[in-house]
């Protein structure tokens, strides 16, 4: 990293005397003047966050083929992005998650709800052609950006979705499909959740080992968040391309939690010039917000059981949305500046991107970082922490880009 970096100040900044490159240390900077070069630096470099809900949540709202089109385009008062806020955070290219719940994997009809979902997201693209695309390679979101376009590539979360049949990869890669989660929260046909006990394949298993086969002969990337320890091992094993996970923090700042990346996972993504993309939910980033947060659920279990109350009741329902209220964790998004820099600092920058679950976690989200106009609060916190322009770009997009290319190569 270099803390001091040749830009040009122009009028946004008021050390400025002239239109001349001058040489500024970003750390110097008050926090109002740091923030508008982030802002900047939001606005000229292309932004990819490596997974958002967005699909689901709309789902669930019940904007799907049959119902209206969400309104992506105006600011929405709900979730955490539209167009407006992304434009505004200068986000350019979040990929919309194709998640499939693990309940699908026993009652059947997860590769019916990817379907559903993906062409939700068409849908969108096709409605505002003006200012939404869909993006399926590098050059796609690299020319999205020159138009001035708003890029939705696709990447499917659990890949239940594929149901028991290998064909259903290459279905999925010709809808677009650019990623895969290999598992969500419980053991599939592929491999092992880290949200689930029973290790049914002890990592990956048999059928797990041919996916992992035919992404790479394809040129999908393989996101090994939410998998367990032994399963990324057999998934490192195996691949002969990079590995990714797109939405998985540092467990050095969560001890036990088995769904962000270890020290050791991190080394071994790095080793296979991959990359860890840093999710932004305070259970994630902070162990004092997560032990808050299961705090405040076992109080609510406890209560509802004593009043002989469920989550329906409408009664329940007020004494929990005013317990969470009065008895909400807060934490700063430096934290998740922390996060990438603890990655910089174990492995290098060229190995760490930025994977918000936005639509994902709820009302988790660090202060400062709740929704898609808010990336350049993240930028400054990197500043003040030494990034130089160089840095941020790889962080934003260059990584992802060389990663993503580099996966391809290996399909050709």
């Known amino acids: 990293m270099k803390k ?7 009028a946004t900044l008021a050390l400025a005397c002239s239109e001349e490159p001058q040489e500024v240390d970003y750390t110097q900077l008050s926090d109002e003047e740091r923030l508008e070069v982030a802002k900047e630096i939001a606005q ?13 949540r709309m789902y669930n709202l019940g904007n799907t083929m049959n119902g209206d089109v969400y309104d992506f385009i105006n600011r929405q008062e709900s979730g955490n992005i539209d167009y407006v ?19 699908y994997q026993e009652r059947g009809g997860a590769k019916a709800l990817a379907d559903t979902l993906i062409m939700m997201v068409e849908r969108m693209a096709t409605t505002w052609p003006d200012k939404l695309a869909l993006a399926k390679s590098v050059e ?16 499917i979360e659990n890949a239940a979705a594929i149901e028991d049949d290998i064909n259903n990869v290459e279905y999925f890669y010709n809808k677009g499909i650019r990623y895969m989660t290999l598992t969500h929260g419980k053991d599939n046909l ?18 797990g080992k041919e996916v992992v086969a035919e992404m790479n002969r394809l040129g999908m990337i393989i996101d090994v968040s939410h998998i367990t320890d032994k399963t990324f091992f057999d998934v490192a094993e195996h691949s002969k391309a990079p590995i990714v996970a797109t939405h998985s923090s540092a467990r050095n700042f969560t001890p036990g939690f088995e769904r962000n990346v270890s020290d050791d996972i991190i080394k071994k993504i790095a080793e296979k010039d991959g990359l860890v993309m840093i999710t932004f939910g305070g259970s994630f980033v902070d162990q ?22 469920t989550r329906r009741d409408t009664a329940a329902q007020a004494y929990i949305e005013k317990y969470m209220a009065d008895n909400r964790p807060s934490v700063h998004v430096s934290k998740v500046a922390e996060h990438i820099d603890y990655v910089v600092k174990l492995v290098g920058v060229d190995y760490v991107g930025l994977g918000s679950d936005f639509d994902g976690v709820g009302d988790t989200l660090p ?12 930028i400054a916190e990197l500043l003040k922490l030494g ?17 993503w290319k580099s996966i391809e190569a290996v399909a050709k």
Request: glycine fraction near 10%; hydrophobic fraction near 40%; charge should be negative.
């Open 4 to 10: 001091i970096l040749s830009i040009a100040l122009g």
């Open 44 to 56: 000229s470099t292309i932004i990819v966050d490596g997974h958002m809900d967005l699909p689901f």
């Open 85 to 103: 806020r992304a434009k505004e955070g200068g986000m350019d290219a979040p990929f919309m998650a194709i998640y499939i719940p693990a309940g």
């Open 140 to 155: 796609d979101i690299e020319n999205n950006f020159k138009n001035g376009l708003l890029s939705l590539p696709m990447g």
């Open 190 to 207: 592929v491999g092992d959740s880290s949200y689930d006990d029973a290790e049914t394949h002890g990592g990956l298993s048999e059928f």
């Open 288 to 309: 004092a917000f997560s032990d808050k947060n299961t705090a405040n659920r076992a109080h609510v279990t406890a209560w509802l059981e004593e009043q002989g109350l």
């Open 367 to 378: 202060e400062g970082l709740k929704d898609a106009s808010m990336y350049p609060n993240l």
């Open 387 to 403: 990034y130089s322009k160089e840095d941020i770009e790889k962080i934003c997009s260059k990584n992802f880009f060389r990663v």
